[in-house]
């Protein structure tokens, strides 16, 4: 079990790395006045529009849009998830990562340190090296192999994938690879060996095609078992371990980035064999979900690492619900530019048994046919609902609605917003803004994003947090009914709790909110402001909103107090109101 990474700790690491050598490590960047600039690493160009920021510590493509400080540029460049990210740069800075209990206090608990992770992927490692010896030297080996053959593998394929077998014994893989009483609780650990409730230690996976599974770095962090005969079950994963989380792994991944250095493309498959039957006919771009269904995380991975992203699966039921969870773990990920489909295969088939039927040539064929998000987000949507009926159009609106709403990307939003107006007969300007909040409305491009008050102050605030100082704090205000408040009042009750933090920390704070995606937009808005002007008009556009606010609820007073309804405290806060509004 592992705690919490400390804030300051993060705090401490994004200080300490400076965005432009990052950056500038990886892709060269050029001086361009004050700032750095390079063609986007995230998409395809040929005049430069990706700008680095040394005075915000920040980045922004005027191209893509994307943007970020340190660690955004990690997770976007090298793929990573958000610890990864933090782990990389612990290492760049030669620092261990402390860790928290739950209640923000002193370790109370072991942390799994980097030296106890080296030792468990170096020992993994050396379980796949005893598992592929098994295939070619156990005495079972020539039915194993032969079953191989049968699934029309190579050796070569064998070899690329790691793929070995678990001997039909319970205790080969323990004597083996446990010369200790340590490492054979490591082994238990990592679930290369169990035990049972007796105390008894013996192998977890026997007799069992190996496939060695392979996290983005290559690493082996954990096994699935296929039988080669009829005993259930059928495949066997291996359980969670502290380096093996099912939803944040796909099968092949791997070797599909190796393959493919511009990976332009991904087929999402359901089993191993799947994708080592699709690699042997030359379709090496395959990944396979673990004994689950396709994560967010899967599909966060996904768009980071391609821009199309295929999803074959069975044309039963069961594969059309495992498509439509991807697909809805897929739109709260989706960006512009992101090819998102989905294929489906003749019931009873599966990837193996088509691409073996059909060849490459056919099945890229058969994919390249695949249905677009577009159209199957509706079709999933109609088969089971009558839109000719207003019941079916007010069904077809309240399931489809809040699913739109989460999309990040303006053009997908937009087009499935378009489409389910046309559908149920109703005008898209009627549709927007149902159900939606102001700040997350918030997803224009740089050009087009209006800057309100709210948004005007709010983005001051964020690059200049010395600005926190120069109004009242007034807790209150974030109840106000007025949107952006709530936001505006809690980065200035983080800076009030922390004076000395810098901007681009500042908005670190904020990435695990929902307005993350809006703050970075702002806070890569150029305001054009003069140094001695700051202050006076940061005060003056805050007097304003408060003054807005002020003026909204002595309004309200008003009108509840002509109906007699006002009670003893709205009084006086109405006369208070009177009061501040004449000063």
């Not at 190796?258 to 990944?287: C, F, H, R, T």
Request: a neutral charge; one cysteine or more.
């Amino acid at each position: 079990m592992s705690g919490r990474i400390p804030k300051q700790f993060i705090d401490d690491l994004i200080e300490r790395t400076d965005v432009v050598d990052l950056i500038d490590a990886k892709v060269p960047l050029k001086k361009a006045g004050k700032n750095y600039q390079a063609c986007c690493p995230f998409h395809n160009e040929k005049s430069p529009s990706f700008s680095v920021s040394p005075d915000k510590q920040f980045y922004h493509c005027f191209g893509c849009g994307a943007h970020g400080n340190v660690i955004g540029f990690l997770m976007e460049y090298e793929q990573l998830e958000f610890v990864e990210a933090i782990e990389e740069l612990a290492r760049l800075h030669a620092l261990e990562i402390p860790r928290e209990d739950v209640k923000g206090k002193s370790q109370k608990y072991e942390s799994v340190s980097r030296e106890q992770k080296l030792s468990d992927y170096d020992l993994l490692e050396t379980a796949t090296k005893f598992f592929q010896h098994q295939l070619k030297h156990d005495e079972n080996s020539h039915k194993v192999i032969e079953y191989l053959k049968s699934r029309s593998l190579s050796g070569e394929i064998a070899q690329l994938y790691g793929i070995g077998y678990a001997p039909d014994a319970w205790d080969k893989a323990l004597k083996s690879l446990s010369k200790t009483p340590e490492q054979q609780q490591q082994l238990v650990d990592l679930k290369v060996l169990t035990q049972n409730d007796s105390g008894r230690t013996y192998d977890f996976f026997r007799n069992r095609v190996m496939f060695p599974i392979r996290d983005k770095r290559g690493r082996v962090v954990g096994f699935g078992g296929r039988v080669i005969d009829d005993s259930m079950p059928k495949y066997l994963n291996s359980p969670e371990t502290r380096v093996f989380h099912k939803g944040r792994e796909l099968y092949g991944f791997y070797q599909a980035k190796i393959a493919n250095p511009k990976l332009e493309k991904v087929l999402i498959v359901e089993g191993y064999m799947d994708v080592v039957s699709l690699a042997q006919q030359g379709i090496n771009y395959a990944v396979a979900s673990l004994g689950t269904a396709t994560t967010a995380d899967h599909m966060q991975m996904l768009f980071r690492a391609t821009r199309q992203v295929i999803c074959c699966y069975d044309g039963d039921r069961a594969g059309r619900d495992a498509a439509w969870r991807a697909l809805e773990n897929a739109l709260p990920h989706l960006k512009d530019g992101i090819d998102l489909r989905f294929s489906f295969l003749p019931d009873g088939e599966d990837p193996d048994t088509m691409v073996q039927k059909e060849g490459k040539e056919s099945f890229e064929q058969r994919i390249s046919q695949s249905t677009p998000l577009l159209s199957y987000f509706y079709e999933h949507f109609l088969i089971d609902l009558d839109i000719t009926t207003d019941a079916g159009k007010s069904a077809l609106l309240s399931a489809a609605k809040p699913l739109i709403e989460v999309v990040p990307s303006d053009y997908y939003k937009e087009a499935l917003m378009a489409k389910l107006a046309e559908l149920i007969g109703k005008q898209v300007e009627k549709l927007v803004g149902f159900n939606r909040s102001p700040i997350a409305q918030v997803r224009q491009k740089q050009t087009e994003l209006q800057i309100t008050p709210m948004r005007r102050a709010i983005a001051m605030l964020l690059q200049h947090p010395v600005l926190a100082k120069s109004v009242p704090f007034i807790p209150a205000l974030s109840e106000a009914d007025l949107p952006g408040f709530n936001v505006l009042i809690n980065i200035q009750k983080t800076i009030l709790e922390q004076p000395e933090i810098k901007s681009h920390v500042l908005l670190e704070r904020f990435r695990e909110s929902k307005e993350y995606s809006f703050l970075s937009r702002l806070f890569a808005w150029e305001h054009h402001i003069t140094e001695e002007n700051l202050a006076p008009e940061f005060i003056t556009t805050f007097k304003f909103l408060q003054d807005s606010y002020l003026k909204k609820r002595l309004e309200q007073l008003e009108i509840k107090g002509k109906t007699n309804q006002l009670d003893k405290d709205e009084w006086k806060e109405y006369s208070a109101l009177l009061m501040a509004l004449k000063k």
